[in-house]
């Protein structure tokens, strides 16, 4: 079965990038649709975009500017990218499958086990 | 406004129905999909366009969802229900998630 799983510093300094990436084994990121979801330390979940297996684009408003999403279907990773990172950027960051093709019957049915992000100066 | 409303906590006694409400504005035009979170571990869908069950969710578990309100019926409650629920839908600026359900189950 598909699984995902993030990786990535766990430590980047304020107003630097940064960079996760999420590998996808066990299926094709060349058949779906992905997101980065977002959870701050005792916080609920944002989301933060997703990209299409054809590399279209959409991004959460709030972080339009600093978020870049892409993928690599030769390696079956996609990526996450966010500037100018400050203590507020501090999360659990999370790369989910969706179940769906960017409509608005989308939900996120298999989700990497998240990794922590602490920005910190 | 697009943001979905929770009530912070929820709870139930064992073996009694449990319900989580999401309002949103218009949310019944919407299609909603929840998710359970136990401590320390990654959200797991439980309901998906409104009311349909991934494999493996338990018929207990149910959604309804007209109007301004989205719900999430859980019956005979066990103490593996136990956990942060979180619905979510999309609107014209991407997806929302609810800010979280606490369910207890005393």
């Known amino acids: 079965q598909v699984q995902l799983r993030e990786s990535g510093p766990g430590l980047v300094k304020t107003s630097e990038t940064l960079s996760l990436t999420c590998t996808v084994s066990?299926?094709?990121?060349?058949?779906?649709?992905w997101s980065w979801i977002r959870q701050p330390p005792g916080e609920g979940l944002g989301w933060i975009g997703y990209?299409?297996?054809?590399?279209?684009?959409n991004y959460n408003p709030s972080l339009r500017g600093r978020v870049t999403i892409s993928l690599d279907t030769s390696k079956n990773n996609f990526f996450l990218t966010l500037t100018s990172v400050t203590a507020s950027d501090t999360a659990v960051y999370y790369c989910?499958?969706?179940?769906?093709?960017?409509?608005?019957?989308?939900?996120?049915?298999?989700w990497g086990q998240g990794t922590l992000v602490t920005v910190s100066s | 406004s697009n943001e979905l409303t929770q009530p912070p906590s929820v709870s139930v006694s064992p073996g009694q129905t449990a319900s989580i409400s999401c309002s949103g504005d218009?949310?019944?035009?919407?299609?909603v999909s929840w998710y359970r979170q136990r401590p320390g571990q990654s959200p797991v869908l439980v309901i998906h366009?409104?009311?349909k069950r991934p494999s493996g969710v338990p018929e207990r578990l149910s959604g309804s969802n007209s109007g301004n309100t989205a719900t999430l019926t859980i019956s005979e409650t066990q103490d593996v229900d136990e956990g942060d629920y979180y619905c979510?839908?999309?609107?014209?600026?991407?997806?929302?998630f609810g800010g979280g359900t606490k369910l207890t189950v005393l």
């Open positions: 989910a499958r969706h179940k769906g093709y960017g409509q608005t019957t989308d939900a996120f049915d298999i």
């Open positions: 066990g299926g094709s990121i060349s058949t779906s649709y």
């Open positions: 990209i299409s297996y054809s590399g279209s684009t």
């Open positions: 218009k949310l019944g035009s919407r299609y």
């Open positions: 366009q409104d009311r």
């Open positions: 979510q839908a999309w609107d014209s600026n991407g997806g929302v």
